[in-house]
């Protein structure tokens, strides 16, 4: 069975401070997911890295994708009270070969509160 | 693009009885969609695999009698509650790949809140 730690668990900061959100397995997976979840509402997807040292930018969020593929992060800079949200990082098997599919395992989430 | 619906969107039933939730990519096909359920102030948790055309893949402890999945075209799988009882109480959401793109990248819909009374 494949797991995903990630942490922190909740986070509350101040509008305007930088923060970071790790997720850890001890296995490898074939690409890793992060999603943005609403209250009542099913997670949007973010991005998606496939290759290990992969960094990828959206506006505020740095995403980075360990070299093992095995660890990655959410880097968020200068966060807006529009950042709250829980943020839950997702793996794809490395046994996923493309002729069929595995559902994503994910980690517990992070619950994030950005004050104005 | 990669839109995936769920309906209904809540459902409060009584215990006892059998819910019906569809989860619909709406412009785009998918061979596999996936269910998922979600506990308050808790992340997902994969139930099980939903392939167009064939059996559905249940993971270890979801009952397949008790979770009934169809997948009956390449746009439409449903999730059937049998005999609901107020701990299967929770938030299901089901998500899809799309047959055309490479990857493992799943969209999921807005989520269906059950409550068994």
């Known amino acids: 069975t494949q797991l995903l730690e990630q942490s922190p668990q909740f986070l509350s900061i101040q509008e305007g401070e930088n923060l970071t959100v790790y997720c850890n397995s001890s296995?490898?997976?074939?690409?890793l997911q992060w999603y943005r979840q609403e209250p009542g509402e099913g997670p949007v997807l973010l991005v998606t890295?496939?290759?290990?040292?992969e960094v990828k930018k959206l506006k505020r969020l740095t995403f980075q994708f360990g070299d093992a593929r095995k660890d990655s992060s959410l880097h968020i800079t200068a966060a807006q009270p529009g950042d709250t949200g829980l943020y839950l990082c997702?793996?794809?098997?490395?046994?996923?070969?493309?002729?069929?599919?595995?559902?994503?395992?994910f980690g517990k989430g992070t619950h994030l509160i950005i004050q104005p | 693009g990669a839109v995936v619906s769920q309906h209904p969107s809540w459902v409060i039933c009584k215990s006892g009885t059998s819910v019906k939730i569809e989860c619909r990519s709406l412009?785009?096909?998918?061979?596999?969609m996936f269910w998922y359920r979600q506990f308050p102030k808790q992340s997902l948790m994969l139930m099980a695999t939903?392939?167009?055309?064939?059996?559905?893949?249940?993971e270890q402890g979801v009952e397949k009698d008790k979770f009934l999945i169809n997948h009956a075209s390449l746009t439409l799988s449903t999730l059937t509650v049998t005999s609901a009882h107020p701990e299967d109480s929770s938030f299901y959401i089901c998500?899809?790949?799309?047959?055309?793109?490479?990857?493992?990248?799943?969209?999921f819909g807005p989520g269906t809140r059950l409550t068994v009374l």
């Open positions: 997702a793996g794809a098997s490395i046994m996923y070969s493309g002729g069929g599919a595995d559902g994503l395992t």
């Open positions: 890295v496939v290759t290990g040292g």
């Open positions: 939903s392939n167009e055309g064939s059996k559905a893949t249940y």
């Open positions: 296995s490898v997976f074939s690409s």
């Open positions: 412009d785009f096909q998918a061979t596999t």
């Open positions: 998500s899809a790949r799309d047959a055309s793109v490479g990857g493992n990248e799943q969209f």
